[in-house]
């Protein structure tokens, strides 16, 4: 699918809920894809770009950057502790904080650095052993340590179960982030964005719907 036809989309679903258009922001998801078509995707003019790795990211944005200046990419995967001072340095936004030590240290950071990039606290919406994040029953009092650390919270993000309808976990984030007077709703990938924006995502996740499936091998 192009680039325009998932804004229309979008734009399409904002509609229907009653949104203003161009209220939520996609996050073209660029994890693992080729150069050539990630560098395509800047060309026709979108600048927000989300990865799931340091390493990775750091390995190839610098050069996108200096290309494109005004390009901005987000942290969606796991960030160890060990990696977060490069991450802070790389990203515009972190959507996975997920635990006290990794507030902890990036609190410290941001004190040294004098600066921070805007944070989404990661929710297991689904309570999920294997998935990172907050359980649900956790979430408030997480938001409010790290509010008492000075981290600049803007919202909260999930990853719905994969055989779960994500309508249910996309209304239970945004109560909690509601509850919590967060505004940012980090939620919806390339299956399902058009229900998450109904439930009012400020930020949509979208990879192999923009750039095709990945390639692991
Ligand atoms: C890979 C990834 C996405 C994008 O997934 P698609 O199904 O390709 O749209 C979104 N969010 C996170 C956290 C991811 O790791």
Redesign the pocket.
């Known amino acids: 699918m192009s680039l325009s036809e998932i804004q229309a989309r979008i734009h399409k679903a904002e509609e229907l809920a009653g949104r203003s258009t161009g209220e939520t922001q996609l996050i073209a998801?660029s994890?693992v894809q080729p150069n050539e078509r990630v560098e395509a995707v800047l060309q026709e003019g979108h600048r927000l770009f989300?990865e799931?790795k340091v390493q990775e990211a750091a390995g190839k944005w610098p050069d996108f950057l200096e290309a494109f200046p005004d390009a901005k990419v987000h942290l969606?995967?796991p960030l160890q502790t060990n990696k977060a001072r490069q991450a802070m340095q790389l990203f515009e936004a972190i959507h996975s904080l997920d635990r006290p030590k990794l507030a902890n240290t990036i609190g410290r950071l941001a004190q040294e650095i004098g600066s921070c990039p805007d944070l989404f606290i990661q929710v297991n919406t689904g309570e999920e052993d294997q998935k990172a994040g907050v359980l649900p029953s956790e979430a408030d009092q997480f938001v409010a340590d790290c509010q008492a650390l000075d981290l600049p919270i803007v919202g909260l993000m999930c990853?719905p179960p994969v055989h779960e309808e994500p309508s249910l976990h996309f209304a239970l984030l945004k109560k909690i982030a509601e509850r919590n007077g967060l505004k940012g709703l980090s939620m919806g990938?390339?299956?399902d964005f058009e229900k998450a924006v109904a439930l009012g995502a400020t930020h949509v996740?979208?990879?192999?719907?923009i750039f095709g499936a990945?390639d692991y091998g």
Request: charged share 20%.
């Open positions: 998801v994890k989300g799931n969606l995967g990853i990938m390339s299956g996740r979208v990879g192999s719907a990945r």
